[in-house]
């Protein structure tokens, strides 16, 4: 392999890592961020503000209602930021297994699994999940005063998707514990070692010195 090409393998191996490790730290961090903080300071500050909203039905929480349109807001932004990180975290690992790993390494497999899981529970809740509670959120206050009845049972099928998104989130946050855990522990060192070491030379070099 001409020094060329060693410089081109390493630079893409090292573009595959710095994509893979950013989109893990954005997601992961913003998902430990949003649920633990973002969330329970906006419910806590502003129901303690006892804030009244202007047009907003006089039968509801005011102030848990505020909270919850300013939390739905900032979702609808990381919606869009899981998205761009899971296609940085499938791209490098794809990039990756098709260019520089070994496959035959138990990890690489693990991981591309753990990924798959990922993909799933995150589109699921992205396209269905998310979409349904914002619609029965709307169609509750909709048909609060003039429907009371269609009112709670759109009121039951929002909490029952809002519960279903909690859970998609924890899973989300347990999944890329687990794809962290999985890529420094059993992928990254090992094999990203030996990697360096074949499109070096170093291991051609060997048998030199000792002849």
Not at 186 to 209: D, L, M, S
Request: charged share 10%.
């Amino acid at each position: 392999m001409g020094d060329s090409a060693k410089e081109i393998a390493i630079f893409s191996f090292r573009l595959t890592q710095v994509c893979f490790w950013l989109g893990i730290s954005a997601w992961f961090g913003g998902l430990l961020v949003l649920g633990p903080v973002v969330a329970w300071q906006l419910f806590a500050t502003i129901a303690h503000a006892h804030v009244q909203v202007a047009g907003m039905n006089t039968h509801l929480d005011q102030s848990r209602e505020l909270a919850g349109l300013v939390f739905g807001n900032i979702l609808h932004i990381f919606y869009w930021i899981e998205l761009v990180c899971l296609g940085l975290i499938l791209g490098a690992v794809v990039g990756q297994m098709l260019l520089h790993l070994h496959l035959w390494n138990a990890g690489v497999w693990l991981r591309l699994l753990v990924i798959v899981l990922l993909a799933a529970v995150t589109l699921h809740d992205v396209f269905f999940i998310a979409p349904q509670v914002f619609a029965q959120h709307s169609q509750w206050l909709a048909s609060l005063t003039t429907r009371p009845a269609a009112a709670k049972v759109h009121e039951k099928l929002f909490s029952q998707y809002h519960l279903a998104a909690e859970h998609d989130g924890v899973i989300e946050t347990v999944l890329l514990l687990a794809l962290l855990i999985i890529s420094a522990w059993c992928v990254n060192y090992p094999t990203r070692k030996a990697y360096i070491r074949q499109i070096t030379g170093a291991a051609a070099e060997a048998p030199a010195k000792h002849g």
